[in-house]
């Protein structure tokens, strides 16, 4: 991945991107083909692993083997910046326009589980995750068992071990403090993505 040094993050920053995302694209290259699916995810403490669940009848994990390479992609923020949102443009017509971003790659090697107990104990994990704070809140076991156990049944489960990871938070600090204001202001009052960018900004 391309990370221009004024756009670089510390690993922490990293972690921090992919959590507010909590769910990545997972590419894997099957036959001189790419395929994906979407997934929320749950980040072991020491950061060593990464786990998800997916329908069983999702073709995805039948491609894969345990070792298997893995690609997440995890975007975070996304927006369009206007070379308008510039006040220096009255002044400096050097400018186009570009994209704002905070985007994490990981990688790693890949395990498929079926067992019914780590199943659970993922589902339950990342359940607990999501739910955290909600008021009323749902736990798993409001789900009556046998329903509970049917929907155990129709998933796979896939613990990614990180090999590695790296991303870029493009955020306009390579503008101007004024135009870098402009633009957090601009996309303040724009749409959900772009004012979601605004508070990354």
């Not at 036959?31 to 069983?56: F, I, Q, Y």
Request: net charge negative.
């Amino acid at each position: 991945m391309y990370v221009p040094g004024k756009f670089h993050q510390d690993e922490n920053e990293l972690w921090a991107i992919l959590a507010e995302a909590a769910a990545g694209t997972f590419v894997i290259q099957v036959d001189g083909e790419l395929r994906s699916v979407l997934a929320p995810v749950m980040v072991s403490e020491d950061r060593a692993t990464v786990t998800v669940h997916l329908a069983k009848a999702n073709p995805w994990w039948r491609d894969v083997s345990d070792g298997t390479s893995v690609l997440g992609l995890f975007l975070a923020a996304s927006a369009y910046v206007s070379p308008t949102y510039y006040p220096s443009l009255a002044e400096n017509k050097n400018h186009v326009p570009t994209w704002n971003y905070a985007l994490v790659e990981l990688r790693g090697t890949v395990t498929i589980h079926q067992d019914p107990e780590w199943l659970l104990r993922q589902v339950t994990e990342l359940s607990n995750h999501f739910e955290e704070g909600r008021t009323p809140r749902w736990w798993v076991d409001d789900a009556p068992s046998e329903y509970l156990d049917k929907q155990l049944r129709a998933i796979i489960g896939v613990e990614i071990t990180v090999t590695g990871i790296e991303g870029a938070a493009k955020l306009s600090q390579n503008r101007l403090d004024e135009d870098r204001q402009s633009v957090e202001q601009h996309l303040a009052n724009g749409t959900l993505s772009e004012q979601n960018t605004a508070r990354f900004m």
